[in-house]
């Protein structure tokens, strides 16, 4: 809402403090300002610090009113890695450092909250609102069939199917996930499964959360129906108010436009952007380039690097690859010496940056494909723009989005615990090039509901509208 009504309910928003979370989360906050309530958003200092040195978020969120961003420590240095396996020591110091700052936090807060939307990887969030009396609703922002399957955790190893039974296991059919039992595979689980000792503390702490959700009243989903139907209605066998309000940054977009604000460029960022790759994108022909992108997290040896710059050059196709400082583990004392015919080949037909508009570049008339690690995000991101997608999972989540866009929906390739420069160099020939056709008319065809469903009549609108005024009944 603009500046000028009154009395409408507070809401706190708390997202555990990665891209993929912040980004869609921050979403969520504008579509709540956008329909009157006050908003609360709560960033991790480190975070807070980028958003504001490399996005108009602050000038972006202003003009709402009962707007506000806080920030908590989340227990790190400051110079301390949060990328790839340092991510769950981020979540361990947080639980240990923000919690009692953030209780503090919530109990003196002016208007009083009548609602706190808590990330569901962030359990404590959960523990503090109950404790001070502040109903919560939790936000996943994984996809409903990874929600559904780290739920059903409990029941895999009672059923004896968990632990997997290495590596010769992984093709096995998992049979204890209801809405999944004919393709699900161990190789498809989330990545926390892949441990032989099932009291591991990343597993434990995933199942531990999700099952915390039946303590929340309500859970928000960045999915929508027509995608994920079958399995929402799975979770709504264990969950009431369960909202599927996706693909947000359509929904989003949708709004402002009806609401007749500006909506160019505007990012959430962690990372400077580099924008110059839209202007390489301008040069390329249509649907020609391959894009690759395995998000924020994702670290890959130096080994998987060449194999997939091998496989990338030698497919002859173009290629806007998304080369972050922080994507390959190191190696100390090792020259960078890159084999010729790779650097040649990119100077030929790719690019390398190290951050991009990707929502910007997913809609170029040039993008033809995204070789992705399966993030949610990108996932959504790529589906709304209609570009097929080859799966290159790297951890959580990622096993069983990729498995869904390959085998459920068809919406591109899995190529899951395969690094392999010939099978990267196939994988783009078929999708850029050979079966271009097939996957593209699905992806267009779901790209069509994903916008029918943020539109007014459309599921995603409805269940926002619902989430809506289920807040509002919580004021007073
Ligand atoms: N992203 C971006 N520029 C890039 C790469 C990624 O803006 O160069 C954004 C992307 O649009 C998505 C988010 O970063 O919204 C990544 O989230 P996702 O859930 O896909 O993966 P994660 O980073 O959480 O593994």
Redesign the pocket.
Same mark, same amino acid.
Request: charged share 5%; glycine share 10%; proline share 4%.
């Given at each position: 809402m603009e500046k000028g009504s009154s009395n409408p309910p507070h809401v706190l928003i708390f997202p555990l403090p990665?891209?993929? +979370?912040v980004?869609s989360m921050l979403k969520l906050a504008e579509l709540l300002c956008l329909s009157g309530l006050y908003v609360t958003f709560v960033n991790s200092e480190h975070n807070h610090e980028r958003l504001v040195r490399f996005t108009d978020l602050q000038v972006r969120f202003s003009k709402y009113q009962g707007f506000q961003f806080k920030t908590v420590p989340d227990g790190l240095p400051v110079e301390h890695q949060r990328t790839g396996n340092h991510f769950m020591e981020l979540v361990k110091t947080m639980k240990m450092v923000t919690m009692p700052i953030f209780k503090e936090m919530v109990q003196g807060m002016t208007p009083p909250l009548n609602c706190i939307i808590g990330d569901g990887g962030l359990e404590f969030v959960l523990d503090a609102a109950i404790e001070i009396g502040i109903p919560v609703i939790h936000f996943r #922002?994984v996809s409903s069939c990874s929600f559904w399957s780290y739920f059903c955790i409990p029941d895999m190893i009672n059923a004896g199917e968990l632990p997997m039974k290495g590596s010769q296991d992984m093709d096995r059919i998992v049979t204890t996930v209801p809405g999944m039992q004919t393709f699900l595979r161990c190789r498809d689980l989330p990545s926390f499964c892949r441990v032989d000792d099932m009291s591991d503390l990343d597993l434990q702490l995933f199942t531990n959360c999700t099952r915390q959700t039946l303590r929340a009243r309500g859970l928000i989903l960045n999915t929508f129906e027509e995608l994920e139907g079958p399995i929402l209605s799975q979770i709504r066998r264990r969950f009431s108010n369960v909202y599927s309000i996706g693909p947000l940054h359509e929904h989003l977009r949708k709004k402002l436009i009806e609401q007749k604000h500006q909506t160019h460029q505007s990012?959430n !960022?962690l990372r400077e952007?580099d924008r110059s790759c839209l202007s390489w994108l301008d040069k390329q022909p249509s649907k020609s380039v391959l894009y690759v !992108?395995f /998000?924020?997290?994702?670290v890959t040896t130096k080994e998987q690097f060449l194999e997939f710059w091998h496989g990338l050059v030698d497919s002859k196709k173009r290629f806007l690859w998304?080369m972050r400082a922080d994507s390959i583990a190191k190696r100390d004392g090792e020259a960078e010496n890159y084999p010729p015919e790779l650097v040649e080949g990119t100077k030929e037909r790719g690019l390398i940056v190290e951050? #991009?508009?990707? *929502?910007e570049v997913l809609a170029h008339e040039a993008v033809g494909g995204f070789l992705t +690690?399966s /993030?949610?995000?990108? #996932?959504l *991101?790529s589906i709304v723009a209609g570009v097929p997608m080859i799966c290159w999972p790297?951890f959580a989540d990622q096993q069983i989005n990729s498995r869904f866009v390959g085998e459920v929906w068809k919406l591109g390739l899995d190529m899951k615990d395969v690094c392999d420069r010939k099978v990267v160099e196939k994988m783009v020939n078929d999708l850029i090039e050979d079966n271009r056709e097939e996957f593209v008319r699905s992806v267009a065809k779901m790209a069509e509901l994903a916008r029918n469903s943020v539109s007014e009549g459309g599921s995603s609108n409805h269940n926002l509208n619902c989430l809506i005024e289920d807040i509002r009944l919580m004021v007073g």
């Open positions: 990665a891209q993929g +979370h980004n #922002t990012s !960022s952007v !992108s /998000g924020s997290q994702a998304v951050w #991009t508009p990707q *929502e +690690h /993030g949610w995000n990108s #996932t *991101e790297y």
